[in-house]
């Protein structure tokens, strides 16, 4: 059974977290939807990074936020996946990874990361604002 997007975000571990809008998606060639996360991925990325979480003082959820809110470029992710950066004046910069969950009809955060800016030299950069 298909869920409506409704329904998800009354599950608690499901919580949107911003939009993919038009005019964007648009010119990566993707369709605009929301952005969700779920309770295990903010636990993976927690589990992952907090070291480097900790050294920047923020949260899995802040990291993430900070990303959907303040992202300047998109770059081509692994297979189909996009990946979000927020690229700065800092010497790495940070990211995190959507999927489209097709039969969900939203973009779902896979991981988020700080990478060093010449590791995005290899990248295919889709989108730059």
Partial sequence: MKRTLSQIEHQSHYQKIGRLRKPIADHIGRKPADI????????????????????????????IDLVVNNFNRIYKGSGQSILLVEWSGAPKIVAIE??????????????????PKNKFKQEYLLWEK
């Fill in 36 to 63: 969700y996360i779920d309770e295990n991925h903010l636990k993976h990325i927690f589990s992952r990074h907090k070291e480097d979480l900790a050294k920047i003082g923020l949260t899995p959820q802040m990291f």
């Fill in 98 to 115: 959507l999927n489209l969950a097709f039969r969900k009809g939203f973009y779902e955060v896979k991981t988020a990361f700080m990478k």
